[in-house]
């Protein structure tokens, strides 16, 4: 299968340079030439596949033609060794628990995924280079990038992150993992960590010396496989009993969990409608009240990954719809929470369901309250453990969050970094010396 690039200015490339380029020269996001209906045999059986089968189903229609079946199964079954259990939570509400993965968010999946992937390339290459993959993070990122890297062959992985700008366990989960994780402890901001980071990808000939790739959400190998469970929410619903379409509400950040959606339904899932659920960062939401798509810079919340001012996947969406702002209102409604709402309805259903949502699933889970009509059930993507946000949600409910043995793992580790100052030569100087 072939990638075009949604600025429709760049050549079309094979899987292996869209992923190992992650952003196509004209500065456009890849897109896959077809998006295949799967047969409605598949959809009759699913409720009595695994995860993991169900996975590799959707992995073959997007990757089959260029990795070898035997290989994409085992790149699939590697990634997914993790449940993704879909919750009741109310009568008419389910909760999709994608918390279950090593760094106990979402992006476990698309990271895991994605380095597997690149190893694959990378090992199939004669002269295989070793790939330096550098990240900058504000927080979460950074260990799901870490993690799914993680011992990975032929990769190093470089994390650059603010100087006492992350929480405690966010840091634990990417500074103790030693083996081909290094962390870079910047003396400066998130703006700073990105910055170096851009610089070394232009430096010429730093990018002679050593092979330089980045793994951010737009890469298509780590938003794609976020399709996989948007099917088995799908399986287990049905499994339950269930005989009408879902809605499917996503807490939107960049966008590539929802895109992952969109995809997913495009391949036939039935999947009645989907809500894309903002904190004040509503963007998309003015986007389908005005028809008008104004980025703005982000502001602060408590749900902070979905702090997003200018939503990457927003071009993907566009494209997908060929830029039908009516047909794009028709799949996808938009809403926005400020935090009072958010930490409400946090507290109001751990009180009365017994459920913990995250501060980003508690958006999901309100915005279904809200639109659910009689007779609808919805399913919400709680897209990260609550621990992660422990001082956020213990000051919510005013009871301690346990935090689950994934977490506790990495409280044990000692931390290693490197600490240097917010300077491009100085951060040069580093990862030429590290090779
Ligand atoms: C990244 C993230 C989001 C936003 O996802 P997008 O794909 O960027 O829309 C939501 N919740 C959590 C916990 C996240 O880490």
Do not use: W
């Not at 077809?34 to 089968?53: C, K, S, V, W």
């Not at 990240?135 to 890297?149: E, I, K, L, W, Y």
């Not at 379409?245 to 495009?266: D, E």
């Amino acid at each position: 299968m072939k990638y075009y690039s949604t600025n429709k200015d760049a050549p079309q490339v094979q899987l292996e340079d869209a992923v190992i380029k992650g952003l196509a020269p004209d500065k456009g996001l890849y897109m896959p030439e077809n998006i295949h209906r799967l047969p409605d045999a598949f959809f009759h059986n699913i409720q009595d596949m695994t995860l993991q089968e169900i996975a590799f189903v959707v992995a073959n229609n997007f990757f089959g033609d260029d990795i070898d079946a035997k290989d994409l199964q085992h790149i699939v079954y590697d990634t997914l060794n993790f449940d993704i259990p879909l919750v009741k939570v109310t009568d008419n509400i389910l909760s999709l628990e994608l918390f279950h993965g090593p760094t106990a968010a979402f992006k476990d999946v698309g990271a895991r995924f994605m380095a597997r992937l690149l190893s694959y390339f990378i090992n199939k290459k004669e002269n295989n280079k070793t790939v330096n993959v550098l990240v900058a993070t504000s927080g979460d990122t950074g260990s799901a990038v870490a993690n799914g890297f993680l011992g990975v062959d032929g990769i190093k992985v470089f994390v650059l992150y603010p100087k006492g700008k992350v929480s405690e366990i966010q840091e634990k989960q990417f500074t103790t993992l030693g083996k081909n994780i290094t962390a870079i402890e910047v003396d400066g901001t998130f703006d700073d960590c990105q910055r170096l980071v851009k610089d070394a990808f232009m430096d010429d000939d730093l990018n002679n010396r050593m092979f330089l790739t980045s793994a951010n959400s737009i890469n298509v190998a780590r938003f794609l496989p976020q399709a996989f469970y948007y099917f088995y929410a799908y399986a287990q619903y049905k499994k339950m009993g269930y005989t009408d379409m879902p809605v499917m509400c996503v807490p939107s950040g960049n966008f590539g969990n929802i895109t992952a959606g969109l995809f997913a339904a495009k391949m036939g899932l039935p999947i009645k409608r989907f809500i894309a659920a903002n904190n004040r960062n509503d963007i998309f939401l003015q986007y389908l009240n005005t028809g008008v798509y104004t980025p703005r810079p982000s502001v602060q919340t408590i749900a902070n990954a979905m702090d997003v001012g200018d939503p990457s996947n927003f071009a993907r969406i566009m494209d997908l719809y060929e830029g039908s702002h009516g047909d794009i209102s028709t799949h996808i409604s938009g809403v926005s929470y400020d935090d009072n709402q958010i930490a409400h309805t946090l507290a109001e259903t751990y009180e009365k369901e017994g459920y913990l949502l995250d501060p980003h699933g508690a958006v999901g889970f309100r915005a279904l309250q809200d639109s659910l009509q009689p007779g609808e059930h919805g399913i919400f993507l709680e897209t990260a453990h609550p621990a992660k946000f422990k001082d956020t949600v213990d000051g919510i409910t005013g009871q301690e969050v346990s935090i689950p043995e994934t977490l506790l793992h990495f409280m044990k580790g000692t931390k290693h970094t490197h600490e240097i100052p917010a300077f491009y030569p100085v951060f040069r100087d580093f990862l030429v010396s590290a090779k």
